[in-house]
């Protein structure tokens, strides 16, 4: 059994043996598979900026009923979700934050897609362990939507109760729907 700093270690080597075409075909796929499951959606979403180790997405491409995305800032431990920003700062982490836009209530949000570096079978997400999205998620019973690559989908990712919980992990080669 792995912890979760071992696992978080084995994702990231991972990740390093993806030359940049096997990255963005995978990134391709996963954006195809958001794009089935946001197709009629709509209303305020909360997305992410991708750090360089996470799927590459362009939300701008989605083709989607109509969605506001709203993207986090974070705030000592609390994540503010800013939508209809239109320009990005990179934090000392390496995170895209919107500068402008507007707040986001996010008990109003009509669903979050979730980065993670992995993701337990029973959906469970394993971030970079600094608990923002399990604290600021965790009252959050709207969809949920993780992404992460295939090989980091799997029943040996190390979880605990408190850790997210997604309704659906979209990898390149499929979307899950969890039970």
């Known amino acids: 059994m792995f912890s979760k ?5 084995f994702v ?29 959606q709509e209303g305020v979403w909360g997305a992410f900026q991708p750090l360089p180790d996470e799927p590459s ?17 974070v705030n000592g431990s609390t994540l503010i979700f ?17 500068v402008d836009g507007q707040t986001a209530v996010i008990q109003e949000m009509n669903g979050i897609i979730v980065p993670g570096l ?8 394993l ?7 399990d604290q600021n998620f965790n009252e959050f019973h709207k969809t949920r939507i993780g992404l992460c690559f295939d090989f980091a989908f799997s029943e040996k990712v190390p979880f605990e109760s408190h850790d997210l919980k997604m309704d659906y992990v979209i990898t390149e080669k499929q979307i899950y729907k969890i039970k």
């Open 118 to 125: 992995a993701f337990h079978h029973q959906g469970y997400r």
């Open 82 to 98: 800013k939508k209809t920003s239109t320009r990005f700062l990179k934090t000392n982490w390496g995170i895209n934050e919107p």
């Open 12 to 40: 990231k080597s991972e990740l390093a043996k993806m030359s940049p075409v096997q990255f963005q075909k995978a990134s391709q796929n996963i954006f195809q598979n958001l794009q089935h499951i946001l197709s009629a």
């Open 127 to 133: 971030g970079r362990g600094k608990g923002f999205y």
């Open 57 to 73: 997405l362009d939300w701008s491409q989605l083709r989607t009923g109509f969605i506001d995305w709203a993207y986090p800032v």
């Open 5 to 9: 700093k071992e696992f978080r270690t």
